[in-house]
């Protein structure tokens, strides 16, 4: 086998794509291919190569999506989105996400379970955005069904909290507004059923015109 290029990564300036026998290999930092005397035209044994791929390369990438989920959980899909960013090949990501699983690093359900808990505390969303956000972020629809279910999520309680906050303690509005409140609560993800509960629920009036009176 021969190293036919070193080529830096566009994204990663740190790291360098190895190519081997025109095909592309691994990649490493500049300290690694200096240790292991990667360089154009040299021959690398396969004893060297398995080394590099299944160790090295491996562990960074493991640190790698160890360093991102210490910040906040992360689902399987933004893991390997990182990974796939910093230039790990199929094989590698597919190794440590199999990891991450088998010590409970990535557990999409538990992600999906503490989303809801937080935004029924926090910023009260209907199920179509919390469903948008979770699809987005790579957790699958049956995985967020059963978060949901295990939630319990109170539509009509959150719906009815941030009606209450936008009204405060008034109870009648005029046409426009309650139309500019009932597009808000669409904008949160709530269904028009919920909508009409909410409003109902808070016994919110039309204001009285003046043609009222005729």
């Known amino acids: 086998m021969v190293v036919t290029s070193v080529e830096q990564q566009k994204k990663n300036l740190e790291r360098y794509n190895v190519f081997i026998d025109g095909e592309f290999a691994f990649g490493l930092i500049m300290e690694d291919i200096l240790f292991f005397k990667i360089k154009e035209g040299n021959e690398i044994s396969e004893e060297k190569y398995d080394y590099i791929k299944d160790t090295v390369v491996y562990i960074k990438a493991q640190n790698t999506a160890l360093k991102y989920l210490g910040y906040k959980m992360r ?6 989105d990182k990974l796939i960013e ?98 808000f609560l669409l904008r949160r993800g709530y269904s028009y059923a919920i909508i009409k509960k909410a409003f109902d629920s808070l016994e919110i009036e039309l204001e009285k015109t003046a043609y009222d009176d005729f």
Do not use: M
């Open 75 to 80: 689902t399987e899909k933004e893991i390997k």
């Open 86 to 183: 910093k230039e790990y090949d199929d094989e590698i990501i597919g190794r440590v996400l199999e990891f991450l699983r088998k010590y409970n690093y990535v557990d999409d359900l538990k992600y999906a379970q503490s989303y809801i808990k937080e935004v029924q505390r926090l910023n009260p969303k209907g199920s179509y955005a919390i469903k948008h956000k979770l699809r987005e972020n790579g957790v699958c629809d049956n995985v967020i069904s059963e978060a949901l279910e295990d939630c319990d999520l109170d539509e009509e309680e959150g719906a009815e909290r941030l009606l209450g906050k936008k009204l405060g303690e008034r109870r009648q509005v005029s046409y426009k507004e309650k139309k500019k409140l009932h597009d």
